[in-house]
C-alpha cells in the first residue's frame, strides 16, 4: 500500500512540471483513473486540459492518443473500421483511436450524439463492436473528455445519463496572477513549446496500484455517510434529478483512491467531501423555473455536505 501511494506521489510531482498550480484538481483526475473511471475535464479554452492529459499519460506509461471531435466525426472514427486489404483479397480491421491506454477526447460536445455513444458505450463495456465483431480494448483504458462550457453555436451537450457515465467532472479555473508567470517564465526558460515528463509507471504498475486502492478500507459509517450525501441530493427541494447509485458509487471508490493518494488504508469522511462536488454535481438537474434564482448543482452539493452529519472517527481505521 505504501509504494502504491509513493508511486501515485510521484505522478503527481511529474505532472506538476508540467502543469503550474493545479495540484489540487490533478488530484481529483488521478484519483478517477487509479479509481478505473473517465474523467470529464469541462473547462474554458487554454487552461491546460490538453497538457494535463498528455502529461499524465506520460508520468503513467500509457499510450496517448487525441481524438479532436468535430461536427463531421463517424463513429467508426473512433472505433476504427474494417478495410479491404487487396494484397490479402479480405477485409482487415483496423483499429481507431478508442485502442489506446488514455485517450483525450477533445471537445466531446461538438461531436453528434451517436458519436458520444460510440465513445461513452466503449468506456462502459470496455469494448467496440463493429459490423457484428466485438474487440476488447486494451488494460487499463481510460478517457478524458474535454467540454467547452460556454460555446453552444454547433455543440450538442451531453444528455444527463451520458453525464452519469463519467466518474467525475473536474474544472481548473484560471490561474493566480504568480501561476500564470511561472506558467510564461518556464516557457521562457524551456526554450521551446513542447514539454515532456519522466516515466513513473507503466501499464502493469498502474493496475497494481489500482489493485491496491481496492483494498483501501471502507468503514461502513463512511459508507452510510457516501449513500445519506446521494440520498440528500435526491430529497432537495431544488432538485428536479437526484444522484442515482451510481453517484454514491463513483464518490466511494474514487474516496478509496484518494485516501491512497494521501498514504492512507482507509477512507475519512474529508476524502469523501473532497469530492463531493466531482462526482455528484454533474449528475444532479436543478428544477428548471429556479434556473434564473441562481441555484445550481454545485450550489445544491454544498449544501447537501454541510447539512449532512459527519460520523465519528473512531471506527474509520481496519481492525
Known amino acids: 500500500m505504501a509504494a502504491a501511494a509513493a508511486a501515485a506521489s510521484r505522478v503527481l510531482d511529474e505532472v506538476d512540471r508540467a ?3 493545479k495540484r489540487e484538481h490533478l488530484t481529483v483526475v488521478l484519483a478517477g483513473v487509479l479509481a478505473g ?4 475535464l469541462e473547462d474554458l479554452p487554454g487552461l491546460g486540459k490538453t497538457l494535463a492529459a498528455r502529461s499524465l499519460a506520460q508520468a503513467l506509461g500509457l499510450e496517448f492518443r487525441r481524438a479532436q471531435f468535430t461536427p463531421d466525426l463517424l463513429p467508426s472514427d473512433v472505433t476504427g473500421s474494417f478495410v479491404y486489404d487487396q494484397a490479402r483479397a479480405e477485409f482487415s480491421f483496423r483499429a481507431g483511436p478508442l485502442f489506446a491506454g488514455l485517450l483525450l477526447a477533445d471537445e466531446i460536445n461538438r461531436t453528434p450524439p451517436k458519436t458520444q455513444a460510440a465513445l461513452l458505450e466503449a468506456m462502459q463495456e470496455r469494448q467496440v463492436t ?3 465483431t466485438t474487440f476488447p480494448l486494451p488494460r487499463p483504458f481510460h478517457v478524458l473528455a474535454t467540454a467547452n462550457p460556454i460555446e453552444h453555436e454547433g455543440t450538442y451537450p451531453l444528455p444527463e445519463a451520458q453525464l452519469d457515465r463519467f466518474l467525475l467532472r473536474v474544472s481548473f479555473g484560471y490561474p493566480s496572477a504568480d501561476e500564470e508567470w511561472e506558467v ?6 524551456r526554450g ?15 493496475l497494481a496500484v489500482q489493485a491496491a486502492v481496492e483494498r483501501v478500507h471502507v468503514a461502513e459509517s463512511v459508507g452510510r455517510y457516501v449513500v445519506a450525501l446521494a440520498g440528500a441530493t435526491r430529497h432537495h427541494p431544488s432538485v428536479l434529478v437526484g444522484a442515482s447509485p451510481r453517484g454514491s458509487l463513483a ?3 474514487a474516496g478509496r ?27 444532479i438537474v436543478v428544477k428548471p423555473e429556479l434556473w434564473l434564482e ?26
Open 184 to 189: 510564461l517564465s518556464r516557457r521562457i526558460g
Open 192 to 206: 521551446r513549446e513542447e514539454q515532456e515528463v519522466a516515466r513513473v509507471l507503466d501499464a502493469d504498475g498502474l
Open 130 to 132: 463493429v459490423e457484428g
Open 294 to 319: 441562481d441555484v445550481g448543482p454545485a450550489t445544491i452539493v454544498d449544501q447537501v455536505v454541510a447539512q449532512v452529519p459527519v460520523p465519528d472517527a473512531d471506527d474509520l481505521e481496519p481492525a
Open 257 to 283: 483512491a484518494l485516501a491512497l493518494i494521501r498514504g492512507r488504508d482507509f477512507v475519512v469522511p474529508e476524502d469523501v467531501k473532497a469530492l463531493a462536488r466531482p462526482a455528484l454535481v454533474h449528475r
Open 251 to 253: 464518490l466511494l471508490t
Open 37 to 40: 473511471g473517465h474523467v470529464l
Open 19 to 21: 502543469v503550474v498550480g
